[in-house]
């Protein structure tokens, strides 16, 4: 099974407090968003995963932020499923493909995207997606690349969600908006089962 194909939103989660990873895995998991990508911005990240990992079964926790071999040996020993990064070097290809996990690398032109293809990586990241292009963009991009497939990621809302998700070449996208940063800071668990919930009902 794809990445790509478990669910119709990938919660993005910034972890600043790693009380709050459990129970927050724990609400997305309950709305149908088993898929859940920790960002390695936060000195808190990196135990997040492990926490995740080892006490929310239903989640499939993995690392975003991904900008180096050493975060992605971090990330897998923390417990990350996958992988994402916002942009591919060609010396992060070579450490995804050896990482032993699923990944999806970052894109954001069409030579990016032919680049990692011409590498057998035909499952990306699209980033930044509003920013690069949007809806537009991958419309466009669909015609001469129509065996790759994307989970567009940045300043996607839910408004604009089922949009992406009705183009052929979007499995899936990241979204930020399913754990606000003022729900985290009170624990209100039910506001982001809530949210998770109506994003796991977006699939056209």
């Not at 600043?16 to 859940?36: F, S």
């Not at 992988?83 to 954001?108: D, K, M, Q, R, W």
């Not at 509003?130 to 690349?145: D, I």
Request: aromatic content about 4%.
């Amino acid at each position: 099974m794809s990445l790509l194909d478990l669910a119709p939103v990938v919660p993005v989660v910034v972890i600043d407090d790693v009380e709050t990873a459990v129970p927050l895995a724990r609400a997305l998991v309950a709305g149908g968003l088993p898929v859940i990508e920790v960002t390695l911005r936060t000195a808190a990240a990196l135990e997040s995963i492990a926490r995740i990992a080892a006490e929310v079964p239903g989640a499939v926790i993995g690392a975003g932020t991904i900008r180096s071999a050493a975060d992605i040996a971090a990330a897998v020993g923390a417990g990350s499923k996958f992988l994402v990064s916002p942009g591919t070097t060609p010396a992060l290809a070579e450490a995804l493909l050896g990482s032993g996990v699923p990944f999806l690398p970052g894109a954001a032109t069409a030579s990016e995207v032919m680049a990692l293809a011409e590498r057998g990586l035909k499952e990306l990241k699209f980033f930044p997606a509003e920013a690069a292009g949007g809806l537009p963009y991958l419309k466009s991009l669909a015609g001469p690349l129509p065996d790759v497939r994307f989970c567009p990621t940045g300043g996607i809302k839910p408004a604009t969600a089922p949009d992406y998700l009705a183009l052929p070449n979007v499995g899936c996208v990241g979204g930020t908006w399913l754990t606000p940063a003022d729900a985290l800071a009170t624990g209100d668990w039910a506001r982001v089962e809530k949210l998770a919930a109506e994003a796991a009902a977006l699939r056209p």
